[in-house]
């Protein structure tokens, strides 16, 4: 992997929670919009800023969403392209600090033309008696979209246009954490209010998860069966393949993949999505129900940990889990199965890494600010 700093007067030093840091990325029209934590005091607060020359220069909001901590958008490929209707939409834990969990996640979305604008933004409150989201202007009237009580962390999702399933990757504190060893859990829904259901699950990985994870929409297959998580595990660029496998379908034997780095131009023409309908999307579910809980809806394959300065990848052996489905529903919304609560029998295979104190430390990209 090679990658370009894309360097301005505007340049930040990560620092810890002192410096401002992205959360979330996202074109729109040929409009880069980036939500940056730590905006307030001690990690708190999240602000929005848009750049319209390809993060050259960026012009920094005059407002801030002080109840969240890390924002960060739900992404629909290049240049939002498999929208699936005119809005931006956003999730976040429900807490101010991007260093603390929280007992559930919100959603919000906003008119794509009015990103910028505070006061166009709206809630998801609950779901009505048809399974439809109930939006709210006052953020105080916000509801949980997803609950995990004590454990929502930081996130990322992206809609798996192929498969018509919206995937969350959520990282949780385990029982006994460091910042180097949090665990994680993968869900999938039909919605981006869900109803939710357990992909894959566990409190410690066969190596360190990082501080963030997510799959790129630029390397999900045509298919939509095999993706790429990205995550910062044992503080390095890492990234590993995973193939999905939907309801009744055999477990694939993954052929080796090569994925590119090299970014794909963009014209700066504004594209105008193609919206998918506003009913519930009917294309091949992975579940109609919750999953039982010998199924395996999704295997990790083979890892490889690559250095972005061109180091020597490592191979760790393909863990085998079998995970117990939830449903998940939000507040205010009849459940049709318990909380989160997943159940992972993974058995790691170890990988030898250096002592807590002697490990690297994050290096973080500085961020352009005008």
């Known amino acids: 992997f090679a990658g370009s700093n894309i360097r301005s007067d505007g340049e930040q030093i990560g620092d810890g929670w002192k410096g401002l840091k992205p959360a979330g990325m996202l074109m729109v029209d040929g409009a880069l919009y980036l939500w940056a934590r730590n905006a307030g005091a001690n990690g708190r607060e999240c602000q929005l800023a848009r750049s ?3 993060a050259q220069t960026w012009v920094w909001s005059d407002w801030r969403f002080a109840e969240f901590g890390y924002c960060t958008f739900i992404n629909f490929g290049q ?4 929208a699936r209707d005119d ?3 956003m999730v976040s834990h429900d807490n101010p600090h991007a260093y603390s969990s929280a007992d559930g996640f919100i959603l919000t979305r906003v008119p794509k033309t009015q990103i910028t604008a505070r006061g166009a933004y709206e809630f998801f409150q609950a779901l009505d008696g048809n399974g439809d989201p109930i939006w709210t202007a006052d953020i105080a009237q916000r509801g949980f979209v997803f609950e995990n009580p004590g454990r929502a962390w930081r996130s990322s999702m992206v809609y798996n246009s192929a498969i018509g399933r919206y995937i969350w990757w959520q990282g949780h504190q385990a029982a ?7 665990g994680f859990g993968i869900y999938e829904a039909p919605e981006p209010w869900g109803p939710w259901s357990t992909v894959y699950y566990t409190d410690l990985w066969d190596m360190s998860s990082g501080d963030i994870g997510l799959f790129p929409s630029k390397w999900i297959s045509p298919d939509g069966r095999t993706m790429h998580l990205i995550t910062s595990a044992d503080d390095l660029f890492a990234v590993r393949q995973a193939v999905m496998v939907l309801a009744d379908e055999e477990t694939p034997t993954p052929a080796a993949t090569f994925i590119t780095a090299t970014p794909t131009s963009i014209t700066s023409t504004p594209i105008t999505p193609t919206p998918i309908i506003s009913t519930p999307i009917t294309s091949t579910p992975i579940t109609s129900t919750p999953m039982a809980p010998t199924s395996t809806p999704f295997a990790a394959t083979a890892a490889s940990t690559t250095s972005p ?4 990848p490592s191979e760790t052996l393909q863990p085998t889990t079998t995970v117990a489905a939830s449903t998940v529903t939000p507040t205010g919304a009849s459940p049709t199965a ?7 029998t993974l058995t790691p295979s170890p990988t030898e890494q250096p ?3 002697q490990q ?3 290096l973080y990209l500085p961020i352009a600010q005008r």
């Open 52 to 54: 319209d020359d390809h």
């Open 87 to 89: 809005y931006v939409y």
């Open 79 to 82: 240049n939002y392209a498999d």
């Open 360 to 362: 690297k430390r994050y």
């Open 338 to 344: 318990p909380a989160p609560t997943a159940i992972s």
């Open 309 to 312: 300065n061109g180091g020597t």
């Open 355 to 357: 002592p807590l104190g």
């Open 176 to 182: 006994v954490a460091t910042d180097e060893e949090p």
